[in-house]
């Protein structure tokens, strides 16, 4: 009868354990999961879509069917342009509340000749401040990936820009997908 006892006491304690354990026990990994972009891979239904994003004019984005593994059936692409990042970048608001925020910014992006970015900007009444500026200078599918701590005030906007690279003379262009933005903790 003790070993019995003895027994299921272990057991209980196994099941506790494993039931509070982690598979990463780091304190950059504690979070849910939760891509804060939709369309993150530019499609809905398996068609092309921008849906979800903003942009001035969307006729300078392309569509294209290369991919990174995981990427679905589409990517997008931007030429690069004389002119800065807008009006031919898509942007994406991100809805954050008040308060600290941890956040992981990642994107998939490979460029030829010209080195497009992924940018994620704070705006503070007329002023911008880039938290993260992932320059692509892969030319095939990378993962680019970065950690930010970031706190937004009252009236602060959170967005992520997706940019083609500057140029007057040479032509290039910027693959981009699976753009993901996880909380990883707030306050």
Not at 69 to 90: F, R
Not at 104 to 131: C, M, P, W
Not at 133 to 161: A, C, H, M, P, R
Request: hydrophobic content about 40%; charged content about 15%.
């Amino acid at each position: 009868m003790k070993v019995k006892n003895y027994f299921l006491i272990f057991l209980f304690i196994i099941i506790l354990n494993l039931l509070g354990c982690n598979e990463n026990n780091s304190p950059l990994e504690v979070n849910n999961k939760t891509n804060l972009i939709m369309n993150s891979s530019f499609e809905i239904n398996g068609q092309p879509s921008l849906k979800y994003w903003y942009i001035q004019d969307s006729s300078k984005i392309g569509f294209s069917n290369d991919t990174p593994v995981g990427g679905g059936k589409w990517s997008i692409s931007i030429h690069a342009e004389w002119y800065g990042p807008l009006p031919n970048s898509p942007s994406y608001f991100v809805p954050l509340s008040l308060g600290r925020h941890i956040l992981k910014f990642s994107v998939y992006a490979k460029s030829k000749t010209i080195h497009g970015s992924a940018f994620l900007i704070l705006q503070t009444g007329n002023d911008r401040e880039i938290i993260t500026q992932n320059l692509i200078t892969d030319s095939i599918w990378t993962k680019y990936s970065t950690i930010d701590t970031l706190n937004i005030n009252e009236g602060d906007s959170l967005f992520v820009l997706l940019y083609g690279g500057g140029t007057e003379l040479i032509d290039g262009i910027t693959y981009f997908d699976l753009v993901e933005l996880e909380l990883i903790d707030s306050d």
